[in-house]
């Protein structure tokens, strides 16, 4: 079982940074896949990026240049670096590990309860 604690969201004007941090009460390490997603009111939840355990990363087409995800093992903390920050960029931000095992595949999914980040014009 994982725990994860987001912390760093907060009021920031439009073209501020904010950097998100996911500690994790277990290691980070062995899980497959780290993620940040998003959710705007009214709206769905929304992949924003994401960290393999062998570091490739993706990001959203609208977040692609701006953010950076990244990770420190050896604190079991994932990072959102959060750039050039738009008003649409406004939501509660959650991150996401998912480990992956068995055959057929499953997965085992964790989320942390939300940071929210505002973004003013």
């Known amino acids: 079982q994982v725990q994860l604690v987001e912390s760093g969201g907060g009021l920031v004007q439009a073209g501020g940074s904010l950097r998100l941090s996911c500690a994790a009460s277990g290691s980070i390490f062995s899980m497959n896949v780290m993620g940040w997603y998003r959710q705007a009111p009214g709206k769905q939840r929304e992949l924003v990026a994401t960290?393999?355990?062998?570091?490739?990363?993706s990001y959203a087409g609208s977040v692609k240049g701006r953010f950076t995800i990244s990770r420190d093992n050896t604190k079991n903390t994932v990072y959102l670096q959060m750039n050039s920050l738009k008003p649409e960029d406004t939501a509660v931000y959650y991150c996401n590990a998912q480990n992956w095992y068995g055959t057929p595949l499953r997965a085992d999914d964790y989320w942390g309860q939300g940071t929210q980040v505002t973004v003013s014009s």
């Open positions: 960290l393999s355990r062998s570091g490739s990363t």
